[in-house]
């Protein structure tokens, strides 16, 4: 039987072989992964066969739309072609850019405060808890590599403390995971934040990854607890709380086979009171239009993602050529101090050598700063807007549900009809048999009455839609002005902890004004 290793190394020279040593960009045929499958960058997620088939629609793609593979350059044309390239490169950015800003332009404006017809049922009432009560902060802290044992992989646990209960458990991502598929489960209704995506391989134990996973978990937890309808939840309770392993499992797995309730008279709500939208072409094209708005919206934050990597890239780059620049200083100094005896001279190769080191440092700060406060918050942007957009799929599944049962309702309601035989109507429990004149040659009024129980189920489904109606507008207006402050919080911190790497790098050049001033170098 073939090991992982050995079907690793075969999808890496199948990559080799197919993409990069015929000079292909390798960024965008990753990118292509990311697309076609969660966290696809990531070979382990594939299997052979899998990736074989994505290859070969990477290849067809590129075909199909005239991209002419790069071709190593000779030395001769390498400058020309690399001009070429980069033309090319701008050019289809350009294009790009244009397709988007046309889909703009064709997206139709949609009011977050417009009215539509809504309706009031009664439902139960959220009964009070131990959280509902509080005001509640979770803490996430103390990552720590686990080991399972010999037949299974280690992993990161994290310490989720909660205020003000002062519950302190220990938690895998995987914890996480399961607890937000079962809140999707029992409240398919409501937005859940998204989780950062899942890694396999050496990058889950690097202290830069498990750090950026560590925010983006601390982000997910407390956006969960400001939810009234989660607090009053067993399931987050018991994920916040239980120190006990076997005991949360115990809860997971009782929640897992546990079925949600399966109409909005069952739901609960702060009041009791449950708002729902009747479906109409109104709100279906003002649901279109929010699906449009997510996807284009996902475009552009793609492709900022990718500008902002190859800044931070660039950053990076500029700041390993700082550390060379100040050690060939440092050699030239000690050169200098081993032979010519300057001390000016010596003196200057110091304090070039300490700008450059200072330079660099201050661009170090400055990456890390463009790294969290830009890359990956546009990134965290976008995952927000890909759970949204879950949850707009979850109401048309609902959709499709309602649609079918409808059609498979009313085509039954007519075969009924036409056997003119009002023992056969299902009238369910009203039996009266009084009306059946009506009942036969008024067949609006027939359809109403026959298949009673059948129509009652239709409705509760039609209700479950409207119901999903209604809170895919509120969680909307939520997100957006959650987007609002957590935009604004961002820039006002990136702006806190830039300037003064700005006030630093002035004071660097400052100090080596002042010191080439000053010095004689004629001595």
Not at 182 to 207: A, C, M, Q, T, V
Not at 222 to 230: A, G, M, P, S
Not at 250 to 261: G, N
Request: proline share 2%; with cysteine.
């Amino acid at each position: 039987m073939e090991n992982k290793n050995d079907e690793f190394e075969k999808k890496q020279r199948l990559v080799n072989k197919e993409i990069i040593e015929k000079n292909y960009d390798k960024e965008r045929f990753m990118n292509f992964l990311e697309s076609k499958k969660e966290n696809g960058q990531d070979l382990n997620n594939w299997t052979l066969g899998e990736l074989t088939i994505s290859v070969c629609q990477y290849l067809a793609k590129i075909e199909k739309s005239n991209e002419s593979k790069i071709e190593k350059p000779t030395e001769i044309h390498s400058e020309i072609m690399n001009e070429q390239n980069s033309d090319n490169k701008k050019n289809q950015e350009n294009e790009e850019n244009e397709n988007i800003k046309k889909n703009i332009e064709n997206l139709e404006n949609f009011n977050l405060e417009e009215n539509f017809k809504e309706i009031i049922i009664n439902c139960r009432k959220l009964e009070k808890t131990q959280m509902n009560d509080s005001k509640i902060i979770v803490t996430i802290s103390n990552p720590m590599e686990y080991n399972a044992g010999v037949f299974a992989k280690n992993y990161i646990i994290y310490k989720v403390q909660t205020v003000p209960f002062e519950w302190a458990v220990l938690r895998r991502y995987s914890d996480f995971d399961l607890l937000r598929k079962l809140l999707i489960k029992h409240f398919p209704s409501f937005y859940l934040p998204p989780l950062p995506n899942k890694k396999i391989g050496k990058r889950n134990f690097e202290i830069d990854f498990i750090n950026k996973r560590m925010r983006l978990l601390n982000l997910f937890i407390n956006d969960l607890v400001q939810n009234e309808t989660f607090k009053a939840s067993d399931i987050l309770k018991a994920f916040l709380s239980y120190e006990n392993r076997d005991k949360l499992e115990s809860k997971f797995k009782e929640y897992s086979t546990m079925q949600p309730s399966t109409y909005v008279e069952e739901y609960k709500t702060l009041d009791g009171k449950a708002i729902i939208l009747p479906d109409d072409e109104k709100n279906e094209k003002y649901f279109n239009n929010i699906n449009k708005y997510f996807t284009i919206q996902g475009d552009i934050l793609d492709k900022l993602n990718l500008s902002l990597k190859a800044f931070f890239n660039n950053m990076i780059a500029v700041t390993e050529s700082l550390q060379n620049v100040q050690k060939n200083f440092e050699i030239l100094n000690l050169l200098n101090t081993k032979v010519l005896l300057k001390e000016n001279i010596t003196k200057l190769y110091k304090e070039m050598s300490r700008f450059f080191n200072n330079y660099k440092k201050i661009l170090i700060k400055q990456s890390k700063m463009v790294k969290i406060h830009m890359k990956d918050f546009f990134k965290y942007i976008n995952l927000e807007g890909k759970a949204y957009k879950e949850l707009i799929e979850r109401r048309e599944e609902l959709k499709v549900k309602y649609s079918a049962e409808y059609q498979r309702v009313t085509t039954k309601k007519e075969k009924l009809y036409n056997t003119l035989d009002t023992n056969k109507f299902e009238l369910g429990e009203d039996k009266n048999r009084e009306d059946k004149n009506r009942l036969l040659n008024d067949k609006n009024y027939s359809m109403e009455h026959i298949c009673r129980n059948d129509t009652s189920s239709l409705i509760k489904i039609y209700n479950q839609l409207g119901y999903a109606n209604k809170m895919n507008i509120v969680e909307l207006k939520k997100l957006i002005q959650e987007y609002s402050s957590r935009y604004v919080n961002n820039v006002k911190k990136f702006d806190e902890e830039f300037y003064p790497s700005i006030n630093d790098l002035v004071t660097s050049w400052s100090n080596l004004e002042t010191f080439v001033m000053s010095a004689n170098l004629s001595k």
